[in-house]
């Protein structure tokens, strides 16, 4: 009775611990359930409530590609001016900052001995002068003798036919025992002294030829002596003008690195050390370098905006000028350059610039703000609401500001774009959009 009554409380127990475990299992399992029906969070819509966005339509505007760059300014011409002369400064009369004309005189340079050689030269030249006058002073007497003898000859030898035949008709008469034997050997003596007559005219005549060709080889002579005395004259006058610096163009002095009493040397020796630097500022070169993407679209004629360092709100308007027509290959980008006007001396060899170059301009651009834009791989898109719900509408994009992007395919002026909010949605999301115009 006892042993059964034991058996009863111990199945007892195990029922009352099976129950119990029973009963933990369930209110787990509960709690599991409870916890998968626990209520959305505060601020997010529940399943079926439109999801607010602030929605725009897309906007037409002009927009262009740009360059923004750095810039050099530099002069428009400048030259350094060395000595073509060697000796010492007499005259120095220009310092830097000071405004010059072409052809002023910048500085003197004393050569003395170049004065000595001019003066050689001169004196050559008025020998060589003389000569000349002398030569042609020869000749017009020779030819005078010449032609004296040149009468004499005519002269000669008419009286020569004249006894030639005196003594032909008396050789007659003798034949005849006309005339004595005195008579003819008379005769015959005349007829020789004419022709010895006519061989010394012949022979002045050829003596005064001579002549004539020998003062005229003697002129020749004497003009080519002046002309070396003159050729030697210019060349020393003109090495005398090197002895004076003056200004190439209409510019200022930038540099001046001699002082009065100096000893400079001609360029051509080993040293070359310039004496003045002169700058033409009145019209300014603005050099740019152009990355080799933007080549294409920089031409002579682009309008460009310069906005000098250091000028607060100064911006210029130029064009740009010229181009190097090709790439440096350490850098892979263009020289370019533009004039810019400088009348009135502002700006200065040196400076720096930001130059802003308008390339591929597009006029009524369709545009929407670039924060609305997505991508997801090499797709770019954007959600558009139609219905009230949200459409992933890919686009292919143009230019782009940084602000604004141009859209070329996608999108027409009537579209309805998120612009904020687009990250929380997906394609078919039931919206309640809200026009960025429309917001307090």
Not at 40 to 55: F, K, L, N
Not at 258 to 284: M, N
Not at 288 to 313: H, L, N, Q, T, W
Not at 324 to 349: I, W
Request: aromatic share 4%.
């Amino acid at each position: 009775m006892q042993r059964h009554a034991r058996w009863i409380a111990m199945v007892g127990v195990l029922v009352v611990a099976t129950g119990g475990l029973w009963l933990g299992k369930r209110q787990v399992t509960a709690k599991a359930s409870d916890s998968l029906k626990a209520p959305t969070p505060v601020g997010t819509p529940a399943a079926g409530t439109p999801r607010s966005v602030e929605v725009t339509a897309p906007k037409r505007q002009d927009m262009s590609r740009r360059l923004d760059v750095p810039a050099t300014m530099e002069a428009y011409e400048q030259a350094d001016l060395y000595a073509k002369a060697s000796g010492y400064l007499s005259e120095v009369r220009m310092d830097i900052g000071d405004t010059v004309k072409a052809g002023d005189l910048l500085a003197v340079i004393d050569v003395p001995e170049m004065a000595k050689e001019l003066a050689e030269a001169q004196a050559l030249h008025a020998a060589a002068v003389a000569g000349v006058q002398t030569a042609e002073s020869k000749i017009v007497q020779t030819k005078r003798m010449r032609d004296v003898a040149g009468s004499m000859l005519v002269r000669a030898q008419a009286e020569y036919t004249l006894k030639k035949t005196t003594l032909e008709r008396r050789k007659e008469l003798f034949g005849g025992t006309a005339i004595t034997q005195e008579q003819l050997d008379e005769a015959q003596n005349q007829h020789d002294i004419a022709q010895a007559d006519v061989g010394i005219a012949e022979a002045k005549i050829a003596a005064a030829e001579a002549d004539v060709a020998s003062a005229e080889a003697f002129l020749v002579a004497a003009r080519a002596n002046v002309a070396v005395a003159q050729a030697r004259i210019e060349k020393t006058q003109t090495l005398m003008q090197y002895a004076r610096i003056v200004a190439p163009f209409d510019g200022i002095v930038t540099r001046r690195l001699v002082d009065r009493g100096a000893l400079v040397q001609s360029a051509t020796t080993s040293r070359t050390t310039p004496l003045f630097t002169v700058q033409r500022i009145d019209k300014l070169r603005i050099f740019i370098e152009v990355p080799e993407s933007d080549i294409a679209f920089v031409r002579p004629g682009c309008s460009a905006k310069v906005k000098p360092y250091g000028m607060e709100g100064a911006e210029l308007v130029g064009t740009i000028a010229r181009s190097a027509s090709s790439l440096k290959p350490d850098t892979r980008t263009m020289r370019t350059e533009m004039d810019l006007d400088n009348s009135d001396g502002r700006l200065m060899h040196g400076m720096y610039a930001q130059v802003v170059v308008e390339l591929d301009e597009r006029a009524g651009a369709l545009t929407v703000p670039a924060s609305s834009l997505l991508t997801e791989g090499k797709e770019t898109f954007v959600y558009t609401v139609v219905d009230d719900r949200a459409v992933r509408t890919p686009v292919r994009i143009g230019l782009d500001d940084g602000v604004r992007v141009q859209i070329t395919d996608g999108l027409t002026d009537n579209s309805v774009v998120v612009v904020t909010g687009k990250g929380l949605i997906s394609d078919g999301s039931l919206l309640r959009p809200v026009r960025m115009d429309n917001r307090s």
